[in-house]
């Protein structure tokens, strides 16, 4: 009903920089946190950062500095634009949203994951 599509996989060298997108639709009257989750072979999938619906932003330790979390509202997208990479960051990454449905039922969706590689 409420589906979320990423796009932004990508191959990157340690200090670059790669951006993802992921878009909302379906069945949605409100969108209230966004935000995106990654999960690294044999970890734990961990929070990355999250945005309220009002634009506030909460970051990993680990990416603070050197990721930025945004939306579009009027095109139910979140963004997240990583600089500064290390191999660390290496992980598929979920971008997950939720909020209110026309019909005033709760949503919680995630989005197909992608795969985000800093290597050398």
């Known amino acids: 009903q409420v589906q979320l599509v990423e796009s932004g996989e990508g191959l990157v060298q340690p200090g670059g920089s790669l951006t993802l997108s992921c878009a909302a639709s379906?069945?949605?009257?409100?969108?209230?946190?966004m935000g995106w989750y990654r999960q690294a072979p044999g970890k734990q999938r961990e929070l990355v950062a999250r945005?309220?619906?009002?634009?506030?932003?909460n970051y990993a330790d680990s990416v603070k500095g050197r990721f930025t979390i945004s939306r579009d509202n009027a095109k139910n997208t979140v963004y997240l634009q990583m600089n500064s990479l290390k191999p660390e960051d290496t992980a598929v990454y979920y971008c997950?949203?939720?909020?209110?449905?026309?019909?005033?039922?709760?949503?919680?969706?995630w989005g197909q994951g992608t795969q985000v590689t800093v290597s050398s």
């Open positions: 945005i309220t619906s009002g634009g506030s932003t």
């Open positions: 379906g069945s949605i009257f409100r969108i209230h946190n």
């Open positions: 997950n949203a939720d909020g209110t449905t026309p019909q005033a039922r709760g949503f919680a969706s």
